[in-house]
């Protein structure tokens, strides 16, 4: 079946260290994101790669860092210097973004808490 | 820049009843809109998406949703709410990526 695939769904992270969030699709979809997601506030977006090898900063990108090495995968790092990364994590895809056509298909998410 | 406003954070509705849920957006141009629908702990599904044409637009579990371009909204209407239909909901805009409105959690009470 075609999807997007998030793991792990729980992850746990001590105060200082670095983890990383693995998003796989196989859709064939060219663009890709990661948003995070906290009680009340909606979904705020991470970073988004239009294309392998291209990604952009979303409107709360600081702390974190991605990778497009391939079209399927779109890896999210949490750093230490992310001072509240306590969250609901989710990757998305879609087609493409030319002309708005930006209809996401989400994975599960990860939920990533520090100790 | 674009946004969406979501004025209900939480609605109550009785099972039978009928619901709607508020989504006013702000965008320059002709604005692709969706509806996000959430469970505890889940990714998003897509539950109806306007690009153009119809004002009022048909989506899946009974939903429907209508664009009303003088108001700058885009309003999620159910005619008979089931308590499975208890999640949350989320309005987005797009130009080339995904604006979130803050969500409105919905109660089904028996």
């Known amino acids: 079946d075609g999807g997007i695939t998030q793991s792990p769904k729980y992850l746990f992270r001590k105060e200082g260290q670095n983890v990383t969030l693995s998003c796989e699709q196989n859709?064939?979809?060219?663009?890709m994101y990661w948003y995070r997601q906290d009680p009340g506030q909606g979904l705020r977006l991470i970073y988004y790669?239009?294309?392998?090898?291209?990604?952009q900063k979303g409107d709360i990108a600081e702390g974190y860092s991605v990778s497009r090495e391939k079209k399927e995968s779109f890896p999210l790092t949490v750093t230490s210097a992310q001072k509240n990364p306590t969250a609901f994590y989710l990757c998305a895809s879609s087609i493409d973004y030319r002309g708005g056509n930006t209809e996401a298909f989400f994975g599960q998410g990860t939920r990533l808490t520090v100790v | 820049a674009q946004s969406v406003t979501q004025p209900d954070i939480h609605i109550t509705v009785s099972e039978g009843a009928s619901l709607e849920l508020r989504c006013n957006y702000s965008y320059g141009a002709t604005p692709y809109l969706f509806w996000y629908v959430q469970s505890p702990g889940q990714g998003l599904q897509l539950l109806l998406k306007y690009f153009s044409g119809d004002t009022l637009v048909q989506g899946i579990k009974g939903f429907e949703a209508e664009f009303k371009r003088s108001q700058s909204s885009f309003n999620l209407r159910k005619p008979s709410v089931h308590w499975s239909d208890a999640a949350e909901y989320f309005c987005?805009?797009?130009?080339?990526?995904?604006?979130f409105g803050a969500g409105t959690t919905v109660t089904v009470r028996a």
């Open positions: 790669s239009q294309i392998v090898n291209d990604f």
């Open positions: 859709l064939n979809h060219d663009a």
């Open positions: 987005a805009v797009s130009d080339y990526k995904l604006s």
